[in-house]
């Protein structure tokens, strides 16, 4: 599969898919929208890819948004196209951005600008790192562009409905410091760093058991928001799904027999174990 305008990349079970048009500040036209939609589908559907990590070419831009140029060629005009986007049967307007049943981990390593959809892609990551140099906005205010990727619905859920509307309302542009303190961030690091440690987190979480950290992603994104009781009986639905698995006989063996390697003199599988 030959793209252009994104870049697909296989590091053992870790995909890096990267906006690919750093001379347009790796904003999203119609072409793009098309090798997006192929990548994330690839991606989900291999079986040998655990982990995909977002990020963008150069030093510049994570994804600045849509091609504006050519948002007559992105949006829908017709009533069939209105009405089947309006029911939420299209995956997007710059992508598959509108996903949600995606739980696999994804992380944004976001090594510039992002701003309008490229922050409506950052949140669709489950966890963002930022340059030092990185900035946020819903910078398309300005210009009367809605935002239609899932920024209106995954910003509140990352930091809450009040910095979400500060950011929505007034399109304000926040750097990386501001962005971590409001918990938009997960983690700052130096310029050029960010692919590196993604990349770093990714592996780790491709080492680990996968069918119970899928279905806890599964629980926590379909629970969110419903009342406790309804989130309780999804999670139970997800745990039994995946508690039955031979991932988790194994582990148990592991457990009881004392030789899985966070107890063991190797390094520690999962991040953060301290040790005597």
Not at 52 to 68: E, M, R, V, W, Y
Not at 73 to 93: F, K, N, T, W, Y
Not at 130 to 142: D, I, N, Y
Not at 160 to 185: F, N, P
Request: glycine share 10%.
């Amino acid at each position: 599969m030959t793209f252009s305008e994104i870049a697909y990349e296989q590091h053992g079970p870790v995909v890096v898919i990267r906006f690919n048009r750093p001379e347009q500040r790796n904003c999203i036209g119609p072409v793009t929208h098309l090798e997006l939609l192929q990548a994330w589908t690839r991606f989900r559907d291999d079986e040998q890819a655990l982990v995909a990590i977002i990020t963008g070419t150069g030093d510049k831009a994570f994804c600045a948004g849509g091609d504006l140029k050519a948002a007559a060629q992105l949006v829908p005009h017709s009533p069939e196209e209105v009405a089947a986007h309006d029911r939420g049967e299209r995956p997007g307007i710059i992508g598959p951005s509108r996903w949600t049943d995606l739980y696999k981990p994804v992380i944004a390593a976001v090594n510039g600008v992002a701003y309008a959809g490229g922050l409506e892609w950052a949140c669709f990551a489950d966890m963002r790192i930022a340059e030092e140099h990185a900035s946020f906005g819903v910078t398309c205010r300005r210009w009367n562009i809605g935002l239609g990727d899932g920024g209106t619905q995954r910003l509140p859920r990352i930091v809450g409905m009040g910095r979400a509307l500060e950011l929505i309302l007034t399109g304000k542009v926040i750097d990386a410091q501001e962005a971590y303190r409001i918990g938009l961030v997960n983690e700052v690091v130096p310029k050029g760093h960010s692919l590196a440690r993604a990349l770093e987190l990714a592996n780790a979480l491709a080492q680990l058991p996968q069918p119970a950290l899928r279905t806890d992603k599964e629980a926590a994104i379909r629970g969110y928001g419903l009342p406790l009781a309804e989130g309780l009986k999804i999670e139970a639905q997800c745990f039994n799904r995946s508690v039955h698995q031979a991932e988790t006989r194994e582990g148990l063996r592991q457990f009881i027999e004392r030789d899985h390697p966070d107890r063991t003199r190797q390094p520690p599988r999962t991040p953060g174990i301290v040790r005597d």
